[in-house]
């Protein structure tokens, strides 16, 4: 009867919110949760009380299919301002390039400001009364579609205008593990490749919002998944696919996206909306048997003429192992060995196929007649130094996720005595030691304060002062934002934290003994 009050009380507290309560489903079995999913819950004193604007279109949608923008309207603690919509238009039906105009929403009342029209970046007047931008976009994961591109200047504009941005992340449906294609250069940054990002980047909106944020410095949030990890492909997820835009409605369309897309100005071109690449003056049969021995994993290439124009249809047979960037650079690469496409060349103005590429070595790499795996070989250094700069900015773990297996045998020792816990630390799936705050604090002699509506601790010694947030990567160390690879949790009732940060921050040494399992403090 207890239990049934307080579930009675939970959701007579909701309504007088007008927070949606009804339980999402399509995700439930992946134990996957969105960015926005998040937002409505744990997340959502970032946005009560203020007036909100949602950069988003027809993908913004949670879990169960529901969008942003009717879950917003319908909250009675916030107001929605304003609605921001990327290329092809806030409904994404507008055509690759096609001008979008500004328009007020029929339904809201509020101004629909397109970002591809005559401004690609918002405004000051498009932010004037706006307290928060919210993002929420789903993506495909490379470099050269341009809705991360809207996301890079929504958060220029931010940054100049003093909004604070929140990016609610979704999955990249590519998965998290292929990072792969040459590098852009600073010169062929546009808006189809805003920052020195390889092809396929293997990274989160939100993880790409905090690579962007090195140079811009906005004041951004990530609200993260829950349950998402870095091989998790988008079949894995237990989304339904919403089409991003029209020519990408379905997975094999956004898989076959760089691997079909990069021949722009050659006459080598995609069909059936990426499933298919080619060209005139090409033998098909010949194309397939080059692709076929080239080892490519997770795909073959079936010979396919389409008029006057010889090419392949992909067949993708390996979602998980199938390499988009590098499956393009091999097909341009053996399509100018069998008909000698003139390559594109940049002048006084970058022509579209080195901004693509991100670099004009790819076309002078193809004049040369150098085979794909030179062509590897000359991008690879680049490619192997951004993959090391990226480990700064992941959120997400490779490991599937699973709960923390508690260790009785960890030992942890505050300047050589023992700590004891009442809950018994354990290793997360980040492989971080997480240890109960009150004890470890006690042992430190910090002063503890817990916030119970915005899920904060507040952890004060000698000086220094470290606010933690639950479920977040985030934390303020002295004002100074710091950013983790794993977060603080509520487990059995226990907040539960990872110990390195916490003795660290507060300006202790940390040291772990692998062989004796022993974290020593001091």
Known sequence: MKKIFTLLVIIL????????????????????????????????????????????????????????????????????????????????TAVAGAYVESYIHPGLGIPVYSLYGQTRMPTSGMLQGIDVLLFDIQD??????????????????????????????????????????????????????????????????????????????????????????RNMIYQETGLQWVQTSPNIPDL?????YMATGLGEGTGIFQADKFKWIGGKGINAGSFAGLLNSAGLPGVTFVPEYRGDAGGVRLKITDYHTFNPARTGIYALAYAHSLNNFKVPKSGQTVVMFDKIMGTDSIGRNLEEGLTPQQIEAQYAPGLASFKEERKNYLIYGSTPHQEPVANSQVVVL?????????????????SRLMVPLRAISEALGADVRWDEKSRTVTISRSGRTAVFRIDSVYATINGQHKTMDTCPVIR???????????????????????????????
């Not at 593990?177 to 805003?194: A, M, N």
């Not at 094999?252 to 076959?256: H, Q, T």
């Not at 907040?495 to 921050?505: D, I, K, L, S």
């Open 13 to 92: 507290a909701a309504v007088s919110l007008g927070v949606d309560i009804t339980p999402s489903s399509s995700a439930e079995t992946t134990g996957l949760k969105l960015g926005n999913e998040l937002l409505m819950g744990s997340y959502h004193y970032l946005i009560e009380g203020k007036k909100v604007g949602l950069i988003t279109n027809q993908s913004g949608v949670d879990s169960s299919g529901r969008s942003l923008i009717d879950i917003l309207s319908a909250d009675k603690t916030i107001t929605l301002a304003a609605l921001y919509g990327p290329e092809h238009g806030i409904d994404g």
């Open 140 to 229: 495909i994961g490379a470099r050269s579609y341009t809705y991360m591109s809207t996301l890079n200047y929504c958060m220029v504009a931010a940054q100049q205008n003093g909004k604070p941005i929140l990016v609610l992340d979704r999955p990249n449906p590519l998965g998290g593990e292929i990072v792969d294609g040459p590098v852009l250069e600073d010169p062929y940054k546009t808006f189809v490749g805003v920052d020195n990002l390889p092809m396929a980047h293997g990274m989160t909106a939100g993880e790409l919002a905090q690579f962007f944020n090195r140079k811009i410095g906005a004041n951004l949030t990530v609200v993260p998944m829950e349950g998402y990890t």
């Open 252 to 256: 094999d369309s956004l898989f076959g």
């Open 414 to 430: 505050v300047d050589r005595i023992p700590v004891k816990f009442d809950s018994a630390p354990y290793i997360d799936a980040n």
């Open 492 to 522: 059995k009732e226990r907040t539960m934290v990872p110990v390195r940060y916490v003795g660290e921050y507060l300006g202790a040494e940390v040291d772990w003994d692998h062989d004796t399992r022993t974290v020593s403090i001091y």
